[in-house]
């Protein structure tokens, strides 16, 4: 199975600062990946989907580049409400593994 | 409004058996891939399987980790999925999710709308 790799697992920021989110699969992919945000006790929200592609609804300050195996997640002026947990997902084959996550907490 | 209503969690002895449930509304079941996601205590997001829509015959497909103990149906007409699990193992104990994929191809197959979850404990 293809893998997804995450890094950072976590990463402290404050707000107004631009974060970066990589995420690297095992083989290529081509564009099938999508980025979710979970805050604590929530279910996960669609974030991005073909790799660069914004949800409706999602701001416009969440971005997603890359294709292959190296995929960035990026915010562009982190704000409070942003700090949660980020999660890639593979979408090309089965099983649709997600990576390992990536925690955003307040510096 | 599309809305995703999960139930049937609770706690079962290892080697047990569960079926939960997921309530579908707003919005049309029938034309679209369905999808269980489990999250373990304090870890990260766990696909579980999918169910293909009527036109692609129901069809399923499941993580290495469940295949042969869980099965994954649907009644469109009941507006419901279903996760039925057998075997149960501690390490099944999680945070269950259905999630409605947005469409029927690669492209389209991330999850758009997603449940609150309902709470599996395996444990004795």
Known sequence: DIQLTQSPSFLSASVGDRVTITCRASQ?????????????GKAPKLLIYGA????????????????GTEFTLTISSLQPEDFATYYCQRLNSYPLTFGGGTKVEIK | EVQLVESGGGLVQPGGSLRLSCAASGFTLSDHYMDWVRQAPGKGLEWVGRARNKFNSYTTEYAASVKGRFIISRD????????????????????YYCGRAAGTTWDTSM?????QGTHVTVSS
């Open chain 1, 28 to 40: 290529g992919i081509s564009n099938y990946l999508a980025w979710y945000q979970q805050k604590p």
């Open chain 2, 111 to 115: 999850d758009d709308f997603w449940g």
């Open chain 1, 52 to 67: 660069s592609t914004l949800q409706s609804g999602v701001p416009s300050r969440f971005s997603g580049s890359g294709s």
């Open chain 2, 76 to 95: 469109d007409s009941e507006r419901s999925l279903y996760l039925q699990m057998n075997s149960l193992k501690t390490e099944d104990t999680a945070v």
